[in-house]
């Protein structure tokens, strides 16, 4: 397997349909359109509408959970609730925070009693991970709601059992009332359920960017920059694992040509096929530090490392610098999200432990 995308790899980057030195030879708009998507690489749909209904055929538990507002709302209000955590400290939003690109900033993501992921993974983006093929760097899971289930049991992150989980929600009247209103009158909350209200909420959290707007007829959209970084990010091949909708989110082999120079670093190998989740490229400027144990925190270094490791190309500082001009044209445009004021614990809810 390793070594058919190994091949891909060195055929994207030989077959390159244009070879650019920066500042001359920028094809015209609608060659590079074609170039793109030639490559493999989408553009999200023009309007809102179009946008929203990919994202709900995207998540493939949207089959038997069709989002509603009210699943919309109440998802966001658990996404938010640190209540889901067994010290009440620790929500959805801490690790991925929705002011902060959708993550937390930190090279290891921080859980119960303030410890570190114990294979020093950093924290992905939430923002666009409907669009992922898997979700988690090994891809152990393939939708939003069964990601969601994963941190709250997990010891090392919100640390609460599922029966536990299920008390505590079940224990708030407002919480109740709320799942009878978005599901019926018979709803039985169930860990499964909150997981699934969570990955609703996280269905709308997609983000149209510049580039989606160059691709979809505005010229104006990129400028004569971002244009050069993008050919030159196509020309080195880097589309062979950042390519479709979201610019990553499949498995892909990892240290293809040269070992990362931090594999060391949490010692995470991928899955039992060495396939690690391919980080998606949109927002990317924003969700520093990178790679998967957070150790490079500048984006043109994270640039130079992956053209050493996957491509087996150098990239110099200038390249480096044109392909992150490119990739700042991904960060998107946020939707508005307002805190929710949360609905109050009562006697019965369970009270916060340490251990």
Request: proline share 6%; aromatic share 8%.
């Amino acid at each position: 397997m390793k070594k058919r995308y190994l091949l891909a790899g060195v055929l994207a980057f030989s077959l390159a349909p244009f070879s650019i030195v920066l500042g001359e030879n920028l094809p015209d708009d609608a060659a590079l359109r074609k170039m793109v998507l030639d490559n493999g690489i989408k553009p999200f749909p023009k309007t809102a509408q179009e946008l929203s209904a990919l994202a709900e055929k995207s998540a493939p538990e949207s089959k038997t959970n069709k989002s509603t507002p009210a699943k919309v709302e109440l998802g966001k209000k658990l996404y938010f609730d640190p209540r889901l955590s067994r010290s009440n400290l620790i929500s959805c939003n801490t690790c991925h925070n929705l002011g902060l690109g959708g993550v937390d900033l930190v090279p290891a993501a921080i859980g119960h009693k303030w410890q570190p992921n114990p294979e020093h993974l950093n924290s992905p983006s939430v923002y666009n991970s409907v669009f992922n093929e898997v979700q988690f760097w090994n891809g152990r899971a393939t939708h939003l709601s069964e990601q969601a289930q994963g941190p709250m049991e997990n010891p090392v992150e919100m640390a609460y059992a599922k029966k536990e989980i299920e008390k505590r929600i079940n224990s708030i009247p407002a919480y109740v009332d709320e799942f009878k209103k978005a599901y019926g009158a018979n709803t039985k909350i169930s860990f499964e359920l909150i997981a699934e209200t969570i990955g609703v909420f996280e269905r709308t959290l997609v983000t149209p960017s510049p580039f989606d707007d160059y691709m979809n007829g505005n010229n104006n959209a990129l400028n004569k920059q971002q244009k050069e970084g993008l050919v030159l990010f196509i020309d080195k091949g880097c589309a062979t694992c950042h390519s479709g909708i979201n610019l990553g989110g499949s498995m892909q082999p990892f240290n293809v040509v040269k070992e990362y120079k931090f594999t060391s670093l949490g010692g995470f190998k991928g899955n039992e096929d060495g396939m690690v989740k391919t980080p998606t490229l949109r927002n990317i400027a924003q969700t520093a530090p990178y790679f998967h144990n957070g150790a490079i925190w500048k984006l043109t270094d994270a640039i130079k490392e992956m053209g050493n490791v996957q491509l087996g190309t150098d990239i110099d500082d200038t390249q480096a610098q044109s392909i992150a001009t490119f990739l700042r044209s991904l960060t998107g445009r946020k939707p508005t999200i307002e805190y929710p004021q949360l609905p109050d614990s009562t006697d019965n809810t369970s009270i916060p432990t340490f251990d």
